[in-house]
Every structure is written in C-alpha cells, then in structure tokens.
C-alpha cells in the first residue's frame, strides 16, 4: 500500500523509515508533505504503529483510543482528564490493573 499525500504518494521511504524505526524521518515526512491526517493515522494504526500515530493526534478520544492500544497510561490519563467520561475512565482503570498500576 502506498500512503496517499496532497502532492503524491509515499512508498518505499516512509514504510522504510517506519519499519527501521526512524520515527524522527517519519515525522519529517508527515509534517513537510501534507500527509492527510486520518488516513495517516488509520495506515499507522493497522500496519501496528499506534504509538507513531500518537504523535499526530489531537483529538482527545483519538489519543486515549491510541495510547491505551499501545500502553501509554499516561497518555492516556491525559486524555481521559480532558474527556472526563465514565465508560473512558473505567476502559482506563482495567488496561491500568492488567498493565499492574493499581494507581490509576
């Protein structure tokens, strides 16, 4: 699959950065090329990159669903503060005690 942009395609670069882990070339190539930002984030998260989606996400319920995929509980509890919902909250506590954070 190719990542689709306002002024082309990506292929083999990005998907290369991506799977060498070179997030920072990653993020260069989002932010100069006018990627579209949900279908990056829908390529990152099926191809199991949601902590590399998670840089490029502002919505609140886009980030807690991505943090609490890739197990960033802090993440997470930043945007349950701003969602300040029960079903997010109690989604939060039961990823929290599997992870053994009895904190949250």
């Not at 100069?32 to 390529?43: F, K, M, S, T």
């Not at 197990?71 to 919902?85: C, F, K, P, W, Y």
Request: charged residues 20%; proline residues 2%.
């Amino acid at each position: 699959a190719v990542v689709s942009t306002q002024s082309g395609h990506y292929g083999r670069g990005f998907k290369l950065a991506l799977v060498d882990k070179k997030y920072d070339e990653v993020l260069h190539m989002v932010r100069n090329a006018n990627l579209y930002g949900q279908a990056i984030i829908a390529y990152l998260q099926r191809k199991g990159y949601p902590e590399v989606a998670l840089h490029f996400v502002k919505d609140p319920k886009t980030r807690f669903n991505l943090a609490i995929e890739c197990g960033n509980i802090e993440v997470a509890m930043t945007a349950a503060q701003q969602l300040d919902d029960t079903a997010v909250w109690n989604k939060l506590s039961e990823i929290a005690l599997q992870q053994g954070n009895r904190q949250v």
